[in-house]
């Protein structure tokens, strides 16, 4: 099959991308970046080590993952997206059967230094595998329900085994950003509440495969008195820190709370209550602002670009930094249950990182390809493009 | 195949549903932010206090008790540096392989390593943990020499109470013990639940435990969620408990127990113008330092299975029949009640009858004709037997009471006994019959129901010789509190309207007792005129004496098993011309006063005018040798 033929070329040339990078949204992306140098090194005591230096670095891999995947012709990745959906699937197997446990869970691989956690790429893929998927559906056949039966697998595998593993978080998040993109793909919506129905009867059947840790924790957010020195206290010791940090905070390293223990994992996932106990409501305040700014102009690029796939990739990766963010601030300040989720760009891990800039590579990807005015949609399902070709 | 015409009303459809996206992740934000504005703002208050709750502890610092001296400045009870042996767990590799090392340097028993075991499981590991209490001073030196090798192992000093005269301030100072649960809950001073604080048991101790406490510092540290301590934020030292001094002289006390040597018995002295007891002493006594530091089972049985009782203080709290010292009191009534004069004699044939019943004279075949004086000097019972029947229990009862028998004398020592003093009523109301006159006469030469102790004998004899002056025991002279210095008054003693020449004829009485040939106690008198003493002897009976024992001859003490012999007694008070101490010695079925107490009595009096510094001169004793100043005597500080 000769794909590069079906392709309407209209993209610029490498330099010419090169030219287009979108620098602003870099800066927006550097800010909270530094902002969680700054907190990895107070979290240490005012040391460079264990976090900030690897926090660092890692930051400047990413960076240069991020801008080499924004240099790519939009056309290879179009190309290769239920490659990598397919990819991080089988990397995720993989944890499965080869994955070393940690607190319980199996979620990561060894690579070297390095420790791989599929089910953070998987959000990318899954991204992927939906945008390219949708990109290949015409205006009408949105209205068809059957249209809907192969996004539905192509969420439900992933959130399958990241079940399994367990994790709760991540399973919630790939649930949330696929019905995002589904939704944006242009979905009626009462088939989306229809959809919704359908996930809210899965809730009983997904509470079999939760573990006991997780349905404490979620019993535990259901009624957080009930248990108020074991998982509970964490929350509690959460909301002290953020409620004593006041409006403009202990000061850096002054944040009694996470220095004396009393959060726990302070550098992860529990970076935002010792940011906003050290830096107050100003410093918390300000990384909601950077989060909102970079949400903001991440959806004006979406909307710039002429590509279905363009933009669903493009509004998925940030529907994906939304939901980072959210449920990692709620969760902090006891509005969700405690799910393992790091606040994205600040918290210390590599995973999650590179997630985030290899998807703010396609962002930035989908920018600089922002004129492409069409590409030939090419079904990789039979059924479909037999559909397709009926219309036409 | 390119569906151009679609493209634009799906792109808008996108840009709609992406526009309704953003505005929810806007709102949503929006509303994180509102709840942090209501965290960190509103409840802001709220969740700084729990901060500081979960960061700051408090800790209770343990008070320093108060010291106690003597007289002169020498150190009764004090805080000694104690050492313990801790270790922290977190430090060491290998606990077995530590303890074995430790055990190796010290000694450390089966009990105790798997004590340890089962605490250091039990605790966090950085709390250190005790190996060993009391370490003697090589055992800490083993221990710092080899502690390269022992990481983790350390030596804490504490401060733990110490007796430095050990039994002889026994009674007097008491000890020190852990506090028990229900002390706990009974008192709201906080330093109560400090682990290993200790209160007064007995003796001063126990009655100016109060004072002698302290109160509890504090400290505020932070701590970290395990309970770590970081670093002290505030401190305030508390207050160390008042120091207190005495009226006791240790050197008069040290000689007074070890001339008591093995008897059991109870003495007192004196000062008979301020009421400053000088010595107190009970005999056998114990090692305090064994109850302050947690006493043996061995050394415990060993005193609990004493028949002589070390525990029990026997100058306050033995109550013995005053016999024959108690006829002073017999004569100051009968002087008073008028029906007996000075010159009143009586003939003494060596009994009495009343009824039917016989009351004999300590002299087989009697005295003869004897003055008051002379019935004093040579205790004929005969006579007081008579002078009690002719004034009658009442008067007698009266007496007893205004010299302080039959209530508490109020020395500052706890479990003070009261001793007893008959009256019909008493015996109507306790026994149940009623008075019958023949036991008038048996009260009238201090037997019978009529009790007293050592300490009201002494106050009794004091205020015969200061001339009816009602002194009351006094046994602490000042209290250092914070630095400043406060001088006991005590409580002011005021006349008994005694005449003088009442107080006169009893006083000749008993120095004739010791001075005349024919007194009792000769033998044991003191010759040089300076410090001559005054005295009176009693050996109380603690058996019945049947009329056909009397009859063969009564039993001498030295032939009776030890429970059965008399108790001896004597009071007496030195010197003569201007009196000044005055003391009681009661022994424990001593045998008779005369021969047992009234020497011992001597010595003491002697040893209290040797050390007086007024006399040392005429002693030719030099005065940098025994005197001392309270404030110089503050050495051990």
Known sequence: MNLESGFYLQGPRFLERLTKINWLFILLICCPACIGFLMLYSAAGGSMDPWAKAQIIRFGIGFFVMVAIALIDIRIILRFSYWGYALSLLLLLAVEILGSSAMGAQRWIAIGNFHLQPSELMKIGLILGLARYFSGITHENMSKIRVYIIPIILILLPVGLVLRQPDLGTAVLLVLIGLAIVFLAGIRLWKMLLCLGFLVGAVPIAWQFLREYQKVRVLNFINPESDSLGAGYHILQSKIALGSGGVFGKGLMEGSQSHLNFLPEKQTDFIFTMLAEELGLAGALGVILLYLLIIGYGTFISWRSNITFGRLLSIGVIVTFFLYAFVNISMVMGLLPVVGVPLPLISYGGSAMLTLMVGFGFVLNVWINRDIKSIKRQGYFPVLNMLDSKKS | ?637
């Not at chain 2, 060993?302 to 525990?311: A, D, K, M, V």
């Not at chain 2, 087989?364 to 009658?392: N, Q, T, W």
């Open chain 2, 1 to 637: 195949m390119v569906k151009k015409a679609n493209a634009p009303d799906h792109n808008k459809l996108v840009s709609r549903r992406s526009l309704i996206v953003g505005g929810l992740q806007v709102a949503l934000l929006g509303g994180l932010a509102g709840r942090l504005y209501q965290l960190q703002v509103v409840d802001s208050d709220l969740y700084k206090t729990l901060s500081d709750e979960n960061r700051i502890n408090l800790q209770l610092l343990m008070p320093l008790r108060g010291r106690i001296f003597d007289r002169f400045g020498y150190e009764l009870a004090g805080n000694r540096q104690s050492y313990r042996l801790v270790i922290i767990p977190e430090q060491v590799n290998d606990m077995q392989l530590a303890l074995e090392s430790v055990s190796r340097l010290v000694v450390l028993s089966e009990d105790d390593q798997s004590r340890l075991i089962e605490e250091i499981k039990a605790r966090k590991s950085f709390i250190p943990i005790t190996l060993r209490e009391n370490l003697t001073w090589s055992e800490v030196s083993r221990i710092e020499v080899n502690a390269p090798y022992l990481p983790g192992v350390s030596i804490e000093s504490g401060k733990s109470r110490f007796y430095t005269f050990g039994s002889e301030t026994a009674h007097l100072v008491g000890y020190v013990g852990s506090v028990s649960q229900s002390e706990i809950k009974k008192s709201e001073d906080p330093a109560f639940s400090l682990p290993g604080f200790q209160i007064g048991k007995t003796g001063i101790e126990n009655r100016f435990d109060d004072q002698l406490r302290g109160q509890a510092g504090n400290r505020h540290v932070e701590i970290n969620a395990v309970g770590r301590v970081i670093r002290e934020l505030q401190r305030d030292d508390g207050l160390s408990g008042d120091d207190h001094v005495l009226t006791i002289d240790i050197g008069l006390q040290q000689y007074t127990m070890s001339r008591l040597g093995n008897e059991s018995a109870g003495c007192v002295v004196i000062d008979i113008h301020t009421g400053e007891v000088l010595s107190i002493v009970s005999a056998p006594a114990f090692d305090p330092n064994s109850f302050a530091s947690g006493i043996s089972k061995q050394e415990w049985d060993s005193i609990i299975e004493n028949p002589r009782f070390p525990l029990n203080n026997k100058a306050i709290s033995g109550q013995y029949p005053p016999g024959s010292t108690f006829k002073m009191l017999v004569a100051l009534a009968a002087l008073e009640s008028g029906l007996v004069g000075a010159n009143t004699t009586h003939f003494c044939e060596g009994h009495i009858e009343l009824g039917d019943t016989k009351f004999h004279c300590w002299k087989p075949g009697g005295h003869g004709r004897l003055s008051m004086e002379g019935a004093i000097e040579r205790s004929c019972d005969v006579y007081f037997y008579e002078i009690a029947k002719r004034i009658g229990l009442e008067r007698i009862s009266n007496m007893a009471r205004r010299f302080g028998f039959g209530s508490l004398n109020g020395i500052d020592l706890p479990n003070e006994k009261e001793g007893l003093v008959p009256t019909a009523l008493w015996k109507k109301n306790n026994i149940g019959e009623s008075w019958r006159l023949g036991e008038t006469l048996i009260v009238g030469i201090g037997q019978g129901y009529l009790l007293a102790t050592p300490l009201q004998l002494a106050v009794m004899v004091s205020r015969i010789a200061n001339g009816g002056i009602g002194i009351t025991p006094k046994l602490v002279r000042a209290i250092h509190r914070n630095g400043s210095f406060i001088q006991e008054s005590g409580k002011a003693a005021t006349p008994m309207n005694i005449p003088s020449e009442h107080l006169a004829i009893v006083k000749r009485g008993m120095e004739r007792v010791t001075n005349s040939p024919t007194g009792t106690a000769y033998a044991a008198r003191i010759e040089n005129p300076r410090f001559a003493m005054a005295g009176k002897t009693g050996s109380s009976q603690v058996r019945r004496i049947s009329e056909s024992e009397r009859e063969l001859g009564v039993q001498k003490n030295e032939d009776l098993v030890w429970k059965e012999r008399d108790h001896a007694l004597f009071v007496g008070y030195a010197p003569l011309d201007s009196p000044r101490y005055a003391v009681s010695v009661v022994i424990e079925h001593g045998g008779g006063g005369a021969s047992t107490a009234a020497p011992i009595a001597r010595d003491i009096l002697m040893e209290v005018q040797r050390r007086d510094p007024a006399n040392h001169e005429d002693l030719r004793i030099p005065i940098s040798a025994q005197y001392h100043n309270i404030n110089s005597g503050r050495k051990n500080s």
